[in-house]
Structure formats: C-alpha cells, structure tokens
C-alpha cells in the first residue's frame, strides 16, 4: 500500500474537501457516505477551547448524558439467598437473580456471562473465596 492510501481511502479522501467547515449534520452525512469500515466504527469530536487550566476561574468539568447511550447493555447479575430481596431485584430489573450455591457452580466451571455483580452483605465471606477469579476480571463487588 502507498503512503497516500488504498483506493478506498483515497476515494474518501476525494469525496470532501478538507479546507471548508462542515457543521455537525454535515460532516455526520460525510462520515457515513466515506465509511468503508467492515465494523461498527466510531468518531471523535475535539473540542479546541483556549483554556488555561492552571487558573481556578477557567476549570472545566461535567458530563454529558448521551441521547442514545453508548450502545453497550450491561448484564446484571444479583447474589442474594434472601426470597424478599430476590424478588425486589427482579422488579428492579436485574437480569439474572441467583442463590448462594447457584453462583459458587457457576464461579466454578468459570461461566462469568455478566458485566457487574450486586451481593447482599451476607454473600461477601461466600465471594471473597473467589476474590481472586473475581477481581481480575473486574467482578468482585464491594
């Protein structure tokens, strides 16, 4: 491949041009029509703001709530031997609701099918015995 690029870039390239200030919607449409990624790719905003962050008065700080979220659903799972707080998990919407021993048998045979673990205090002494299967993968709950 040359320095300049494959066809594809080039043909991307070509398609715009990159001395004009595109607003938001444009530049959008452009991204999408020049895109010939095989995968769901992603774009990144900067934002140049003329600050100088060592002055207190020109700090910056906040979040943004995306419209969309960021594409990703997080599995929950809850680890309870309590019926009652089962149940509430449940209605709260947790995706998988499991016992003591439900999840020591999954621990076991390392299907870790979720994204973030809830325990109930009483669960901890049950957990920390996995702490370290747990903790590298992120999972061990607090």
């Known amino acids: 491949?040359?320095?300049?690029?494959?066809?594809?870039?080039?043909?991307?390239?070509?398609?715009?041009?990159?001395?004009?200030?595109?607003?938001?919607?444009?530049?959008?449409?452009?991204?999408?029509?020049?895109?010939y990624a095989k995968f769901d790719a992603s774009v990144d905003l900067v934002?140049?703001?003329?600050?100088?962050?060592?002055?207190?008065?020109?700090?910056?700080?906040?979040?943004?709530?995306?419209p969309n979220g960021t594409g990703k659903s997080i599995s929950v799972l809850v680890v309870t031997n309590n019926v009652?707080?089962?149940?509430?998990?449940?209605?709260?919407?947790?995706?998988?609701?499991?016992?003591?021993?439900?999840?020591?048998?999954?621990i076991k045979e390392d299907i870790f099918d979720f994204d973030v673990m809830v325990a109930d205090p009483a669960m901890m002494p049950l957990l920390g015995k996995y702490g370290k299967k747990l903790g590298p993968k992120g999972l061990m709950p607090n």
Do not use: C, H, P, W
């Open 1 to 35: 491949m040359s320095a300049k690029g494959g066809k594809k870039i080039q043909n991307a390239r070509s398609s715009f041009d990159k001395n004009i200030a595109y607003d938001l919607a444009e530049a959008v449409e452009i991204v999408k029509r020049t895109s």
């Open 47 to 66: 934002f140049k703001l003329n600050l100088d962050v060592r002055k207190a008065d020109q700090q910056l700080r906040g979040s943004v709530l995306l």
């Open 84 to 106: 009652e707080k089962q149940k509430l998990a449940t209605a709260a919407g947790a995706d998988q609701v499991v016992d003591g021993q439900t999840l020591e048998q999954k």
